[in-house]
């Protein structure tokens, strides 16, 4: 009798170890390697070039819209959307975008990096004035992300 007790003991032991060894099955989702980089940015933004006459800057978030393992993405800053294309790697560019009005117009072209918690970018100006010659600045983006981290693969 007590041999019995003692192999049961042992399959109950064993059964025990290799349940404790299968882990966790509440979450079959294997984490992703797909791009991430949505969300908000707490960007400060700072004048690195300035070939123009009475330009200021001034710091705002940057929200971006990025469907995950997509090459598309749009940043909005300030109000103003801008539309552009994203590498695995983080490296990001956008069109040319045309803004502001009455007699300026300062078109913007974006270019940088996501890392896994921030943006880096150059933004390049050229401003188109009426009845003065064209002129150009450039601004640097820069600043932590919101939230979770983005998944950049590489």
Request: charged fraction near 10%.
């Amino acid at each position: 009798m007590t041999l019995d007790i003692a192999r049961i003991a042992v399959r109950l032991v064993a059964s025990a170890a290799l349940i404790a060894g299968c882990g966790d099955s509440s979450d079959p989702t294997p984490p992703t390697t797909e791009l991430q980089v949505a969300g908000t940015y707490d960007t400060v933004v700072t004048l690195t070039q300035n070939g123009c006459t009475g330009i200021t800057v001034q710091t705002f978030s940057t929200a971006v819209t990025h469907t995950a393992g997509a090459s598309t993405l749009s940043l909005t800053h300030a109000g103003n959307s801008y539309s552009g294309t994203v590498q695995r790697n983080g490296a990001f560019a956008t069109t040319p975008t045309a803004v502001g009005g009455g007699g300026e117009t300062h078109t913007l072209t974006i270019a940088g990096t996501f890392s896994t918690t921030a943006i880096d970018a150059t933004v390049t100006a050229v401003v188109q004035r009426t009845g003065a010659a064209n002129c150009q600045y450039t601004v640097r983006w820069a600043g932590p992300k919101r939230g979770s981290p983005n998944v950049i693969p590489g």
